[in-house]
């Protein structure tokens, strides 16, 4: 590599940071949307009569089942066809957010079935009502108890953000081909760096849900994890 | 009226009849009893009075206000039964008073200082008010079990079931819940308590009901019942019971 191409590199930079900046949007966006969907689906799936459990495990099936570029192009294009005005951007962050929430969901529904049906009886065994009893009963336990497989689905969506390119958001990934394409060169850097972006992204995400893991434990009812022997 | 009245009550799980209507009554401030072998309803009983499980044929009155009525607003009802379980079932992620406190708070709609003072009142009134701050999995088990008899309460109820409170204990730790409950005896509360400790029963109970199959077999004071039962099988139950648990309980 020539110090000219290095140049490029290094000039080049600042644009891929402004494409991390969509990615980091693009999975704001997408968990935010897959973790209220998720505990829905999983509270449908274990609570409500079998009606909308069956449809919410068909629900969860077609999401897990469509593989995430089909399912956005057909978000996207379907939409547009239909004559929505949607931006690649929205469509990327409801095609993902849709796919991860059944995802979540399933993480969701382990968790409040490890919590278990007891907590529930003696929740109501003061009166409470069954949404009372999730609220503040259920979920509170439920949701601690989902950090660390939540953690999974984090990383991996993570990831899953450089897919918008497809239907032409323009994030890292995609910056980091004009750059390749403009010079040859530059394919190995150019992708090492973008690769190190998302190792940087993956370890911020998970510190931070190691952070809320240890904040939000309960008091003689742990075990210890392998995030705090390291 | 009795302040619980039970009349005729049925529960089927599948092809097995739990229930084959069960008539009893309770009066307030009156402590009784239910034994007999395991698998034999008594749990399923305690259950349908608050309708954790809901029975399939019978009528509840609690204090005049038909528990099985459609129209009866069973969370209400349910805010006026404790239920003490027999494996604790304390709120995990709650301290031991914030676990008293939780129903008067979003329940009682008791303003949360309030609520916290009374929690800290019921904790001292089982002997835990240093155990405040402690997590249900920082506690022993006899602990926890005056927790969830706090717990019950502070919700002022007119009537408290025990299904089993000592049966998940280690011995030692019975003595402790034991007390606790006939401390609540004594001082006139109301109890319908599932158990196998005949030395409980002895002292406090006034009504010992003997069920088996989904039926009751025999009832009658606790003298009565021990020396001189009417049923062959209630004295053939109370014979084996005893020499399993001891007769001191």
Redesign the interface.
């Known amino acids: 590599m020539s110090l000219s191409d290095w140049n490029t590199l290094v000039q080049g930079v600042p644009t891929l940071l402004s494409g991390l900046w969509v990615n980091v949007q693009i999975l704001l966006g997408l968990i935010a949307l897959g973790f209220v969907l998720g505990i829905l689906i999983a509270l449908v799936q274990v609570y409500s009569p079998k009606v909308p459990a069956a449809l919410a495990v068909g629900y969860e099936w077609f999401f897990r089942g469509v593989p995430e570029m089909v399912l956005l192009l057909l978000i996207y294009f379907g939409l547009r066809q239909f004559h929505v005005p949607i931006t690649p951007f929205i469509a990327a962050v409801i095609a993902l957010g849709l796919r991860s929430s059944a995802y979540q969901s399933q993480i969701f529904r382990g968790a409040i079935q490890a919590v278990g049906e007891r907590q529930m009886q003696a929740a109501l065994s003061i009166g409470m009502t069954r949404l009372q009893a999730i609220r503040y009963v259920i979920l509170p336990q439920a949701l601690r108890l989902s950090i660390p497989p939540w953690s999974n689905e984090f990383s991996s969506v993570l990831k899953d953000t450089t897919l918008a390119s497809a239907i032409g958001v323009i994030e890292v990934f995609r910056k980091a081909r004009f750059i390749v394409g403009r010079n040859y060169a530059l394919a190995l850097p150019a992708f090492m760096l973008v690769a190190l972006f998302f190792l940087v992204l993956t370890y911020l995400g998970n510190w931070l849900l190691g952070v809320l893991e240890r904040r939000y434990r309960i008091p003689g009812f742990e075990m210890r994890g392998a995030g705090e022997r390291f | 009226m009795a302040l619980l009245v039970v009349e005729d009550l049925h529960k089927r799980y599948g092809r097995e009849e739990v229930l084959r209507g069960i008539s009893l009554e309770l009066e307030k401030g009156e402590t009784k009893v239910i034994i007999g072998p395991s698998g034999t309803g008594k749990s399923t009983l305690l259950r349908c009075i ?1 309708r ?1 499980t809901e029975p399939d044929r019978g009528r509840i009155w609690l204090d005049g206000v038909e528990v099985t009525s459609p129209r009866t607003n069973i ?9 003490v ?1 027999q ?1 604790f ?5 709650l301290t031991a008073l914030d676990n008293v406190a ?2 008067l708070i ?2 009682k709609r008791v303003p949360k200082r309030e609520a916290r003072e009374r929690a800290l009142r019921e904790l001292e009134r089982v002997g835990l008010a240093d155990k405040a701050d ?5 506690l022993s088990g006899g602990q926890q079990q005056r927790v969830s008899i706090a ?2 309460l502070a ?1 002022d109820p007119k009537l408290i079931l025990f299904d089993e409170p000592t049966s998940a204990l280690d011995p030692e730790l019975i003595g402790e819940v034991l007390e606790v409950m006939i401390e609540l005896a004594e001082g006139g509360m109301t109890m319908l308590v599932v158990t196998h400790e005949m030395g409980f029963a002895r002292a406090v109970a006034d009504e010992i009901i003997f069920m088996e199959h989904g039926v009751i077999v025999e009832q009658g004071p606790p003298e009565v019942l021990f020396t001189n039962p009417r049923v062959p099988r209630t004295a053939e139950f109370l014979r084996k019971i005893t020499e399993f648990y001891g007769k001191s309980g």
């Open positions: 608050n954790l969370y209400r009802i349910r805010s006026q039964i404790g239920f379980f494996d079932n304390l709120f995990t992620h939780l129903g979003r329940v402690a997590y249900p999995a920082q717990r019950a919700m």
